[in-house]
């Protein structure tokens, strides 16, 4: 801590990698914007490759964000206001994002199976894995089709 009239030295280097940190997340936002409208009409294979995009982005600012809040110098300066902020925006996109795994899972779960009845599964890539198939002890993950 420094003393009152006490002068301390700070890493302008940090300080501008934070600028730039900042500058490159408004340019990726605004990509990201733009994608947006034209992803709108676009097809399958843009509307994935967009998807997949952002979630690698996200990923990205997601372990950012859990360097800075291991990083000693921004914890030991951080006020508790701002990090309820972050807490908060965090719980929400948190919430958001279960919400919209298990209605996409659970809608999908649906189609495929109707799809199957149907007879309409492509057989190329449709080769359902069941439980019987799992062997013990295997990681938990996502279910997915199998070739």
Known sequence: ???PGEVRVI????????DEWVKMQKKILELFKETKERI???DRL????ATRAA???MMRTIKAFDNWLQDPVI???VPREMLLEVWK?????????LNIDIKHTSDMRRLLE????????????????????????????PPTMMI
Not at 11 to 18: A, I, P, S, T
Not at 46 to 49: D, G, L, N, Q, S
């Open 75 to 77: 914890i030991a300066h």
């Open 89 to 97: 925006t965090m719980y929400g996109i948190l919430e958001e994002l």
């Open 55 to 57: 979630f690698q982005h």
């Open 11 to 18: 890493d302008y280097g940090f300080l501008k990698q934070l």
């Open 1 to 3: 801590m420094s003393r």
């Open 114 to 141: 109707q799809l199957a009845r149907e007879g309409k599964l492509n057989p190329l890539v449709a080769s359902v894995r069941g439980e019987a198939g799992e062997e013990e002890g295997t990681e938990r993950r």
């Open 40 to 42: 709108e009409s676009g």
């Open 46 to 49: 843009e509307v994935i490759v």
